[in-house]
């Protein structure tokens, strides 16, 4: 099983910026991936950013050029750096992780952090 652990939501002014922090722990066999999506109520989780081990990354389109993911491999961390932000990014963001088994791939959620973007 592995645990997500999420850090860093909060309120921040329009054109801000935040930094959300994920780090995974427990019984770890190898990571396929590390990313983040965000809900807004009424509608579906939507991908945010999302980066595999060997670097492979994807941006949603409204966040291309505001928002940065990094991880750190050797401490199954994945951050994302949100600068620029709009009153439209306010949502709840959930850290993800795709674990890559022997027989597939796994997947598991954070708890979720809010971010509000807010004058």
């Known amino acids: 099983q592995v645990q997500l652990v999420e850090s860093g939501g909060g309120l921040v002014q329009p054109g801000g910026s935040l930094r959300l922090s994920c780090a995974a722990s427990?019984?770890?066999?190898?990571?396929?991936?590390m990313g983040w999506y965000r809900q807004t109520p009424g509608k579906q989780r939507e991908l945010v950013a999302i980066?595999?081990?060997?670097?492979?990354?994807n941006y949603a389109d409204p966040v291309k050029g505001r928002f940065t993911i990094s991880t750190d491999n050797a401490k199954n961390t994945v951050d994302l750096q949100m600068n620029s932000l709009k009153p439209g990014d306010k949502a709840v963001y959930y850290c993800?992780?795709?674990?890559?088994?022997?027989?597939?791939?796994?997947?598991?959620w954070g708890q979720g952090t809010q971010v509000t973007v807010s004058s």
């Open positions: 427990g019984s770890i066999r190898e990571i396929y991936a």
């Open positions: 980066t595999t081990r060997v670097g492979v990354t």
């Open positions: 993800n992780c795709i674990e890559q088994l022997p027989w597939g791939r796994r997947e598991y």
